[in-house]
């Protein structure tokens, strides 16, 4: 993944955070970032399908179902680990002037 700002690489690590990928800050030039649309979805689409292909595989070899379970999700953990450092690309954040709070 580069930062669109200064063409500079964004750790993966930037991705794993308590705020998700909501957060993202290039360590460089300090640009807020979210990922584009259609790559957040192809990750996700990604990732869920290959959990539900491992866990009816799972099933069809007559596993368990709270081991289909976890299977289910350990791939979905391990593929969106992966894939999305792999294949999410990053937009600048639209940031407002003026912030209003709220509540």
Do not use: D
Not at 39 to 49: E, Q
Not at 71 to 82: E, Q
């Amino acid at each position: 993944m580069t930062c669109p700002q200064c063409h500079e690489h964004v750790p993966a690590g930037a991705l794993f955070t308590s705020t998700g990928l909501s957060q993202i800050v290039c360590e460089k030039c300090a640009t807020h970032l979210k990922p584009k649309p259609l790559s957040a979805i192809l990750v996700f689409v990604l990732s869920f399908g290959l959990a539900e292909l491992a866990m009816l595989g799972l099933k069809k070899f007559g596993a368990a179902y709270w081991l289909t379970f976890v299977g289910f999700f350990v791939v979905f953990a391990a593929v969106f680990i992966v894939g999305a450092p792999a294949l999410l690309r990053l937009q600048p954040k639209e940031r407002k002037a003026n912030p209003v709070a709220t509540g």
